[in-house]
């Protein structure tokens, strides 16, 4: 038991949204992963860093960084979201023998060669 009274102490957080990088939002309850969750399984597939490549949102014309994108990952692959919008960015799913990749939520995604 603590000596709380009930009141909020200045600068306590919501304990629902503590790391924001694992946590849904308020708008989007359903807990999802910051882009780097997709950073493995795109390596996989391309061998090129993809979290600080800049991608623009077919759905929204957001350009963002990759890795400020929303991975839901529990499913039998992964999505990838706007985080403007929510619009589905990339879907990757593996099996056994081959990868499905659908990026047709990108309109173009710039992948620096130095990084």
Not at 3 to 26: C, K, L, M, V
Not at 42 to 47: C, H, I, K, V, Y
Not at 65 to 71: D, K, L, R, S, T
Not at 86 to 99: A, D, I, N, Q, S
Request: glycine share 12%; hydrophobic share 40%.
């Amino acid at each position: 038991m603590t000596a709380n009274n009930g009141s909020a102490s200045p600068g306590a957080e919501d304990p629902r949204f503590e790391d924001r990088d694992i946590a849904g939002t308020t708008d989007n309850p359903i807990p999802h992963l910051d882009g780097n969750a997709a950073a493995g399984p795109l390596w996989e597939l391309f061998r090129i860093d993809i979290i600080a490549a800049i991608g623009r949102c077919k759905n929204c014309g957001a350009v963002r960084v990759f890795g400020e994108a929303a991975v839901y990952s529990d499913a039998p692959g992964i999505v990838v979201r706007c985080s403007s919008c929510g619009g589905v960015l990339l879907r990757l799913v593996e099996t056994p023998t081959k990868f499905w990749l659908d990026v047709s939520g990108l309109s173009y995604l710039q992948i620096d060669r130095e990084g």
